[in-house]
């Protein structure tokens, strides 16, 4: 998962770019983003900007986007808002575009509520991050055009950075730990089988491998595709009164009382109690 946040800064900078710094939610503020996993460690994450820069600017300006195939494979991507640009290794959300009346088409709909659902990980590892270090909620360090000054306060957020994914793997390894009973022993032959595994002409559409440098649009098809098709009969439905189809028995039986009553309320009430 990736996204952009706001680290406030308490004292007004004194620098010539100091108008830069104003962003959309605080008076003063430093722009970061942040790539974290599903156990919320932050892999990777550029701090620096100012908070008016956007997201997009300074993921185009990371590593991760500007040499992806040393940190992204075939089958590798990250998710993220609609601040982004889709690419091979980005998976953004649709743009809820209104145009002729017509809003998202339902497949889009619902491909940007399956991936909502992951990015509230991102959140929780925010949330974390800046709970367990006040500091950063108000930065009280004057940057000024003294270019030591910024990179003094980028030493101390990445040191809250390196902090936080220690605890994180301390605290892993204290529950596997307190979790492991040697008594038990499991034989793990018979399901690490190779010949278990499904040849490739059979792996779902999610496994097949993205192309390098494919088609921006590619990776994101690719996944709209496999939630579809995998998610199409949750919400691909018609309210059951349209459905002109059903015989009054069958009426009858789906709801578990009778309609012949034709509106008195009362057998209904008796039925559901």
């Not at 300006?61 to 500007?66: A, D, T, W």
């Not at 018979?190 to 010949?195: L, M």
């Not at 097949?208 to 579809?228: D, G, V």
Request: hydrophobic share 35%.
């Amino acid at each position: 998962m990736q996204d952009g946040t706001l680290l406030r800064l308490g004292i007004e900078p004194e620098s010539d770019d100091a108008a830069d710094y104003h962003g959309r939610k605080f008076a003063y503020s430093i722009t970061v983003s942040v790539l974290n996993d599903d156990e919320r460690r932050i892999r990777a994450y550029c701090a620096g900007y100012p908070g008016s820069a956007h997201d997009n600017r300074v993921w185009r300006n990371m590593k991760q986007h500007r040499d992806p195939e040393s940190y992204f494979s075939e089958n590798e991507f990250v998710m993220c808002d609609t601040a982004y640009e889709p690419s091979w290794f980005c998976v953004p959300a649709f743009k809820c575009v209104v145009v002729d009346g017509l809003h998202l088409h339902p497949h889009k709909t619902l491909f940007n509520t399956v991936l909502a659902k992951p990015r509230v990980v991102f959140e929780h590892t925010v949330g974390l991050w800046k709970g367990r270090f006040c500091w950063l909620r108000n930065i009280r360090m004057k940057i000024t055009n003294n270019k030591n000054s910024l990179k003094q306060t980028l030493r101390y957020i990445d040191s809250t950075i390196v902090v936080h994914n220690m605890l994180l793997d301390w605290r892993e390894a204290e529950d596997r730990n307190a979790a492991w009973d040697e008594s038990v022993v499991t034989d793990l032959t018979s399901t690490d089988n190779a010949n278990r595994a499904p040849p490739i002409a059979q792996r779902e559409v999610l496994d097949q491998p993205i192309p390098l440098h494919a088609l921006n649009e590619m990776r994101r098809t690719q996944l709209m595709q496999y939630i579809c098709e995998t998610n199409i009969h949750l919400y691909n439905y018609s309210p059951i009164q349209d459905d002109l189809s059903l015989s009054h028995g069958d009426w009858s039986s789906m709801v578990g009382y009778d309609f012949s009553t034709d509106g008195d309320d009362s057998s209904v009430v008796s039925e559901l109690d």
